[in-house]
């Protein structure tokens, strides 16, 4: 695909022109050490992406949309990864469910939170709202051994708000409640303040039911979330 190659190209460009070493290092211990880095904020990466799609034609659907991102974890630094996220994101409206598998290759590959969760709230969750019929994947997913996949399938409705299917969130949350990876309970504990924020009572409601089912993380993210959606709307 040479629209891939191009993109991909001057994504290449752009980061290698934009390296800064002391960025560089403190990015790399905030992840832990686990991807190397090249210094460039967010911000930067932004002016990066746009630059680099300037004048070349739109993608000609999802094949091409994944391609890019399959490519951008195929590059050692983790801007490439977030690249990647963002080009999926602005053509999120193209993926269909034949894009599950690309999909789940990225959140398990690389994986950690950064990419994870911009992969579960603004690319899978807008492709499950799309294509109801990918709740079996999620379905699927929340039951799976990878801990990624589990915490995309809780994460996925996050940006939902008042359109969230509150049993199903409620299920996934009781589903792996007994998880005792901090991942999982965490992902739990933002799924339910999220939601808390539209529906505290619902969430309260929950919460009295199965509080001792739940970690003490998810408990007191959901209790923000609750005591936020409770705040007087501001006049």
Excluded: N
Aim: hydrophobic share 45%; proline share 6%; net charge positive.
């Amino acid at each position: 695909m040479p629209a891939v190659s191009a993109l991909v190209e001057r994504f290449r460009s752009g980061v290698e022109a934009g390296r800064d070493p002391v960025h560089a290092a403190g990015m790399a211990a905030y992840l832990r050490h686990q991807f190397p880095c090249a210094g460039i904020t967010q911000p930067a990466l932004a002016v990066i992406y746009r630059e680099a799609a300037a004048g070349l034609p739109a993608p000609a659907g999802a094949a091409e949309v994944t391609a890019v991102a399959l490519a951008c974890w195929e590059l050692p630094e983790r801007e490439y990864q977030h690249l990647g996220c963002g080009h999926l994101r602005r053509h999120a409206r193209l993926l269909g469910p034949d894009s599950v598998p690309a999909l789940a290759r990225l959140v398990t590959t690389k994986s950690w939170w950064d990419t994870v969760d911009e992969l579960a709230t603004h690319v899978v969750g807008p492709l499950v709202a799309a294509h109801p019929e990918l709740r079996a994947v999620m379905d699927r997913w929340v039951e799976a051994d990878d801990i990624w996949l589990a915490r995309v399938a809780i994460l996925h409705q996050e940006r939902w708000k008042e359109r969230t299917d509150a049993s199903l969130l409620f299920a996934y949350c009781l589903r792996r409640a007994g998880d005792r990876e901090f991942f999982i309970r965490k992902a739990i504990g933002w799924a339910l303040r999220s939601y808390a924020k539209v529906e505290p009572d619902a969430v309260a409601g929950f919460l009295a039911e199965h509080s001792a089912r739940l970690s003490g993380l998810s408990r007191r993210e959901a209790e923000r979330g609750i005591e936020m959606g409770r705040r007087p709307a501001a006049r």
